[in-house]
């Protein structure tokens, strides 16, 4: 009969259900628990989710406006005058457009790590 269960099948079972009551046997968790720590698990995700979204996107803002503030100064003080007045010192003006990069790189990058610190504070996850 397709119903039944066969002897082995039923032996496991009856050792599955043994196991709970055996006393050496490990306190098996709370359900209610369970299902409380995987709605708290969700919740820091959706957090964590929404906290990367929102950073990717004042980074972005802040990016480009760091950029257009760094190109308005560099046209505003005559950068690219000064590097073409100086094409016979190309490593002078290799090293001025490094050193540039660098502090605008090294700008965004604490300007952006002091962003994610302040929302990490508000979040209450830091």
Same mark, same amino acid.
């Given at each position: 009969m397709p119903n039944e269960i066969s002897q082995e099948d039923g032996a496991a079972e009856q050792h599955l259900r043994s196991l709970g009551s055996l006393p050496a046997a490990p306190a098996l968790p709370d359900p209610d628990l369970l299902w409380m720590r995987a709605q708290i698990l %969700?919740?820091?995700? %959706?957090t964590l989710k929404a906290l990367r979204n929102a950073t990717l996107a004042r980074a972005l803002r802040y990016g480009v406006v760091a950029a257009g503030s760094a190109w308005l100064f560099m046209e505003g003080a005559g950068v690219d005058a000064?590097?073409?007045?100086?094409?016979?010192?190309?490593?002078?003006k290799t090293a001025t457009l490094a050193a540039l990069c660098a502090a605008l790189l090294l700008s965004a990058a604490i300007v952006g790590r002091s962003f994610v610190a302040q929302r990490l504070r508000d979040l209450g996850l830091l």
């Open positions: %969700a919740r820091e995700e %959706a000064w590097l073409q007045t100086t094409a016979p010192m190309a490593s002078i």
